[in-house]
């Protein structure tokens, strides 16, 4: 966010807003949903409910799965980009109304790693930069919670790690129209904040003292679809992009370069069981509440790398060990 001061009319629309919230009832045990489908780009309140229906489902009775999958890449100087391995998982999100009139999203995520060539969900991977071969370790995260409102998020703080703050600001976001009836949304992140992996502990996993990361998404609509009052929940396709340190169970250390992920993702109109068979089977190994939404909110919301920390043990350190070095360019 910039710097410069509200000017007096940001002020008004800002105290507007305010008094809307606080006018704003609940939703009523058993109420049908209310939310605006006239489009404005420059409403708040209807980019709250927009992107309340593509994130989750209005209806807290039902639960949206997503899907995504793609790859995840290697990123070092002096040599071409490395396809490392898939990328496939899932999400289960539900949504509460809150007194104010925002929208609480309660979301599990789980995603597994494929090997290349198989396309088999990886338990281990030999590391290509290294030659060893590695416990491979899946996104989990439980849960993932935000709240969508009039106002602009504040970013994810991630246990308390992340303490950038924002001034209050309208909820609006980069939409356009797109072709034959479509509508496109762009949004994303861009963060550095201090890793949960401090290398004095985490030699093998952390990547420094500071994590950067940059999330990116592209959301495909049916205008049609956003006007539907009827729909609680509007079925997108879309693209999922983020830069992140190596993964830490990579086993890296503070070796220069670092993993981009490129996605597309959609809402499975059928739930889980339209997702792929051993993907199912692979998430109830970790515990049947990956194949449900949380039905109560509870936190904190951390990433990946905050639960590796969390949940896993620092690697040994042979002796000698030094990180992986990207290669030389030749004369």
Known sequence: MDDARFSRRESLGLAALAAGAAAAPALAKGAKPKFITKIDFKDPYWTRDTYARIDADLDPTKEKVGWLKGKAYGVRDNEKVRPLFGVEGFSVVRTKRLEDGSVRRMLREIVFYRDLETGKILKEWKNPYTGETVKVVPIANDPFNFTISAFQPEPPSYGGLQKVKMEPKPFLQDWEFGPDGTMVLHTGIDMIYPNALQPDKWVRESSGPMNRVSEHFIYVVKRKDVENPNLTHIPHIG???????????????????????????????????GLPADLVAAAREYGDKWLSAPTEDYGPSLSSLENYAREQKPAPVPEGWTPPQPPSLKK
Do not use: D, E, K, V
């Open 239 to 273: 693209s999922w992009s983020r830069i992140t340190p190596w993964l830490p169970w990579m086993l890296m250390g503070q070796a220069p370069g670092h993993i981009s992920y490129f996605t597309h993702f959609q809402t499975m109109t059928n739930g889980i069981a």
